[in-house]
């Protein structure tokens, strides 16, 4: 089956070339050219992964992404003007996967879609052949055949990048993973990020899990080293 991308952005320019891009790539492509129109679409009928302009009329991508990861975590990556750090790290706080600067490269966008739609494709079947979908942390379960974070018994909804984060910590407690190590397993080596990006989604999982235990302190910060998963 081929993938759906939705694509959202208030340019119909950008909408028209770069779904063209994505169809000869044999992507099913649905635009949209602001937040309100996508958020009804979506809801409707949700797509594999969503590509998101931030600064639209009606409803900007913010809000679109706030709204949508109320009910999807499907990949978003965001489309940002080249001064616009400060919405590329909000983005990435309140769940955004990816984001890339404009103006960008079509074959640039279309490979970081196809790395994240592996990655959310091995989200959901690594470790089914080897018997080990399923990782129990005390308290904390990562289903990984299902996608599903549970914590102390509530579900905890987490986006690819996050799931992928948390997995590489919690795979091995007490053991201190850096930055470098953590790009990698949520990221692959192939794509650069730089630190306040996976900052940024360690900050977003600990909200997350407050959420549901204001308590929460198994990810530990070690400053100038990295981040660990607390021993039981």
């Known amino acids: 089956m081929r993938n759906t991308i939705a694509l959202v952005d208030d340019d119909r320019n950008i909408l028209t070339s770069v779904s063209m891009a994505l169809e000869s790539e044999g ?18 009928n949700p797509a594999d992964l969503a590509v998101l302009d931030i600064k639209m009329p009606r409803m900007d991508g913010m809000e679109l992404l706030q709204k949508l990861r109320q009910k999807n975590a499907m990949p978003v990556i965001f489309l940002t003007s080249k001064d616009d750090e400060v919405d590329e790290l909000l983005g990435l706080r309140m769940g955004a996967d990816d984001y890339i600067r404009k103006p960008f490269s079509q074959r640039l966008l279309i490979e970081r879609i196809r790395i994240l739609l592996r990655r959310a494709n091995l989200a959901e079947t690594n470790g089914g052949a080897r018997g080990d979908g399923v990782m129990v942390r005390g308290d904390l379960v990562l289903d ?20 992928l984060i948390l997995k590489s910590l919690a795979a091995r407690p007490g053991h201190v993973k850096n930055r470098d190590q953590l790009m990698d397993a949520a990221y692959g080596e192939s794509i650069y990020v730089d630190d306040r990006t996976i900052d940024s989604h360690i900050k977003r999982l600990r909200k997350k899990f407050r959420q549901v235990d204001r308590e929460f302190g198994q990810i530990e910060t070690l400053y100038g080293v990295g981040y660990r998963y607390a021993e039981a």
């Open 27 to 44: 992507f099913c492509v649905r635009t949209y050219t602001d937040g309100e129109q996508a958020l009804a679409g979506l809801s409707q």
């Open 144 to 163: 990984s055949d299902r996608h599903a974070c549970a914590w102390r018994g509530q579900p905890v909804q987490l986006t690819v990048t996050e799931f």
